[in-house]
Nanobody, 121 residues
Framework: EVQLVESGGGLVQAGGSLTLSCAAS????????IAWFRQAPGKEREGVSY???????HYADFVKGRFSIYSDSAKTTVYLQMNSLKYEDTAVYYC???????????????WGQGTQVTVSA
């Protein structure tokens, strides 16, 4: 069974840091693009960052310089290091996998259940 499990969310003060994890089971992340999306209350889900199959990170403008995406050497887990968190980063964060990648959510075939990140002002 293909499964993605996110963890690492929680409550943090503005300016603080969190690291989210996305662990894959049932398949290998090799040759796939892994992305993080988020959805804040009352807003549409939006792309945050994705890691290409070649290992390069791509970031939405609103997180550039603050967030970093990377994987372990075996590429079984992908991480999203979030620094200098802002109140507006509060959202449910989802990881997703695609053979195509990019920012189009429709291109992502598998999704995790999400992990809540709450940043207090």
């Amino acid at each position: 069974e293909v499964q993605l499990v996110e963890s690492g969310g929680g409550l943090v003060q503005a300016g603080g840091s969190l690291t989210l994890s996305c662990a894959a089971s049932g398949f290998s992340l090799d040759d796939y693009v892994i992305a993080w999306f988020r959805q804040a209350p009352g807003k549409e889900r939006e792309g945050v960052s994705y890691l290409s199959e070649y290992g390069s990170g791509h970031y939405a403008d609103f997180v550039k310089g603050r967030f970093s995406i990377y994987s372990d050497s075996a590429k079984t887990t992908v991480y999203l290091q979030m620094n200098s968190l802002k109140y507006e980063d509060t959202a449910v964060y989802y990881c997703a996998v695609s053979a195509v990648g990019g920012w189009e959510q429709d291109e992502y075939d598998y999704w995790g259940q999400g992990t809540q990140v709450t940043v207090s002002a």
